[in-house]
C-alpha cells in the first residue's frame, strides 16, 4: 500500500511537469480580483501611511515640502506623549471608560438576549424595536440632556458618566448580536440540561456561555469598537479629569501654531487598540458583522 | 423554532430595560420639558407651547428654513454615500480572496478604518487632503485640478463623501462577505454544471443570499451616515459657510453654541421621530424577510 502512495505522487510529478512548463509561457491575463483588492486596499491605507509618515517627522520638515518619507527619523513626537502625563492619562481615561462600558454592556445584555431567543412575552416586539432605535439615536440630541443628568447625579468628569452615556447604543446593539449567536443554538440543549438536573443558573454559565463564546467576544467587540470611537458624548460628559485622549488632541492648536508631528503620533497611538483588538478577532470578524445572523 | 410563551422573560430583560430607560426616557424628557419653553438666560424659563415646532417646521421662518436646508443637505448626503458604498462593499466582497493566508491579511487591513476615533478620522483626512501638507490635496493640485476644501463648497463635500468611502465601505464589504461565505459549494458547482454565467451566478445565487445581510448593510448606513457629526466637523467645521453643516452639526451649534435650548430640543425631537420612522420602516421590512425565511426553511 504505501508502495502505491509513493510512487503515485511522484508520477503525475513527473507528467504535470511538460504541462506546468507550456503554461509558464508569458500569457498576460489580469486577475480582476486581484486587481479591485490591492486598489481597495491601496486607497485604505494611503491615508494612514500618510499619518505614520508625519508622525516620524519633525515640524519643520512637515511645513517645509512634501517628502514621501522621514528625511531624518525622529521618535520626539512620540516621547512627549509617553513621558507627558496630561497626554498618556488621555489614553488611560479612554480605555478606562471603554472597558467598564463593555463588561457593563455584555452583563446586561446576556440575560436580556436569553429572554429574546427563546420566549415570546408581552411586548417583546415593541421592546426590542425601542431598543434598536436608541442604537440609532443620534448622540447630537443627547449630548446636553446627558450632561445636565450626570452633572445631576455627581458622575460629571468621571469614567462612569462616559461608560452608562455609551451604553445607550452599546446594550441594544450587544443585545441584538447576541441574540443572533443565541438563536443558532438549538432549544434541545437547553430542555437536555434541564432534565439531567442542572439549574438554570448553573446551565447558563457552565453549558451556554461557552456555546455562545465567540458571539460574546463579537459583541464585545463591537461594545468595544463603537465605544471607542465615540467622541461627541464622551467630550461633553469630561472636562479635565476624565479626558478622553481624542479630546485631548485639540490641544495640538496653540498660539505657535499647529503642532502637526505631535497631532500625527497621537492619531496614531490611536489606531494602535483598535488594530490589536481586530487582531484578536480576525477568525470571527465576517460573521461578528453579520452580526451572528448569517 | 417556535418560541414558548412565558412573561417570566420579562426578568431577563428588566436590566436592560432599566439600564436604557435611565439613559433614553429621562434625558428625552428633559428634551420635551425644554422644547416647549423659552428663555432669556439666567436660567428663567417661560411657557411656550408648540411655538418651537410650529417654526420648525414653517420653512419660512428663519428656524424653519435652516431646519430644512441642513434636512435635505444630510438627506442628500445619506443617499449618495449609500449609493456609493454598497455597490463598492459588494465588489470589494466579491473579490476576496477564497483561502489562505490572503483571507485574515485582507479582514484585517479592511475593518482597520472602522476601528480608528471618529474625529481621528477627521483629522487624518483633514491633514492627507490639504494642499500643502497632505499628500491627497497636494497631488490633485499638482495634477492641474483646483482643489480647497476649505474654501469651496463643491470641493468640502467631495472630501467628505471620499471620507465616509473610506470609513465605512468596510463595514458594507465585511457584511456581504459574511453572506457569501455561508453560500454552500453545491449551489455553484450546480451552476456550473448548468454552464450558467458568471453575472447569472451573481443574480441567482449570490445576490439573493447577501439580500439579509445588504438589508442590515444599509440601515447601519444610512442611520450612522443620517447622524454624522464628528468627522465632518473635524474636517470642514460645517463649512465653508453652511455648505456641510449636517442636522447634527446643526443641533449641537444650536444647543451647545448658542445655548438655544427651547428650539435646539424641538429639533431634537423632530430629528428623532424621523430616525424613529425610518427605523421602523426597516425593522418591518426585516422582521417580514425573516418570517418569509422561516416559512420556507419549514
Known sequence: ?????????????????????????????????????????????????????????????????????????????????FTDASWYSGYINSLTYVLINTVLSISFALPAAYAFSRYRFLGDKHLF????????????????????LYSAIGLFDTPWAVALAHCLFNVPLAVWILEGFMSGVPREIDET????????????????????????G????????????????????????????????????????????????????????????????????????????? | MTKTLNNKAWLFVLPVFG??????????????????????????????????????????????????????????????????????????????????????????????PLLIPWNVVGTIWQVFARSDIGLLGWAVNRLGIDYNYTGDPLDAWVTIIIMDVWHWTSLVALLC????????????QAARIDGASRWAVFRTIQLPKMRRVLLIAVLLRFMDSFMIYTEPFVLTGGGPGNATTFLSIDLVKLALGQFDLGKAAAMSLVYNLIIIAICWVFYTIMTNADAQRGRVQE
Open chain 2, 19 to 112: 439600564i436604557v430607560a435611565f439613559s433614553a426616557i429621562l434625558p428625552l424628557m428633559t428634551v420635551v420639558n425644554y422644547s416647549v419653553q423659552d428663555t432669556f438666560g439666567n436660567n428663567q424659563f417661560f411657557w411656550n407651547g408648540v411655538g418651537w415646532f410650529q417654526d420648525l417646521l414653517d420653512p419660512s421662518t428663519q428656524l424653519g428654513e435652516r431646519f430644512f436646508d441642513a434636512l435635505w443637505r444630510t438627506l442628500l448626503f445619506s443617499a449618495i454615500i449609500l449609493m456609493i458604498e454598497v455597490p463598492l462593499g459588494i465588489a470589494v466582497a466579491l473579490a476576496m480572496p477564497r483561502e489562505g493566508w490572503g483571507v485574515a491579511f485582507c479582514l484585517v487591513l479592511m475593518a482597520l
Open chain 1, 193 to 216: 440540561a434541564a432534565i439531567d438536573g442542572y439549574s438554570f443558573p448553573r446551565f447558563f454559565i457552565k453549558i451556554f456561555m461557552p456555546l455562545i463564546a465567540s458571539g460574546i
Open chain 1, 129 to 148: 424595536f425601542w431598543l434598536l432605535t436608541n442604537r440609532m439615536a443620534p448622540a447630537a440630541v443627547f449630548a446636553l440632556p446627558f450632561f445636565n
Open chain 1, 218 to 294: 463579537v459583541a464585545a467587540f463591537f461594545c468595544f469598537m463603537f465605544s471607542w470611537v465615540e467622541l461627541l458624548l464622551a467630550r461633553t460628559l469630561t472636562s479635565v479629569n476624565a479626558k478622553p485622549i481624542a479630546a485631548t488632541m485639540t490641544r495640538t492648536v496653540s498660539a505657535a501654531g499647529m503642532d502637526w508631528g505631535l497631532l500625527a503620533a497621537a492619531g496614531v497611538l490611536t489606531i494602535v487598540p483598535g488594530a490589536l483588538v481586530i487582531w484578536f478577532v480576525r477568525n470571527y470578524i465576517a460573521k461578528g458583522f453579520a452580526l451572528g445572523r448569517v
Open chain 2, 177 to 188: 462577505y459574511a453572506g457569501l461565505k455561508s453560500i454552500p459549494d453545491a449551489y455553484f
Open chain 1, 1 to 81: 500500500m504505501t508502495g502505491t502512495v509513493a510512487i503515485g505522487p511522484s508520477e503525475t510529478k513527473v507528467s504535470a511537469a511538460p504541462l506546468a512548463a507550456n503554461k509558464a509561457v508569458p500569457r498576460p491575463r489580469v486577475n480582476g480580483r486581484v486587481v479591485v483588492m490591492t486598489l481597495y486596499l491601496l486607497f485604505l491605507m494611503l491615508p494612514i501611511y500618510w499619518l505614520v509618515n508625519m508622525s516620524l517627522k519633525t515640524n519643520t520638515e512637515i511645513t517645509s515640502g512634501l517628502t514621501l518619507w522621514p528625511q531624518e527619523i525622529t521618535f520626539q513626537n512620540y516621547v512627549t506623549i
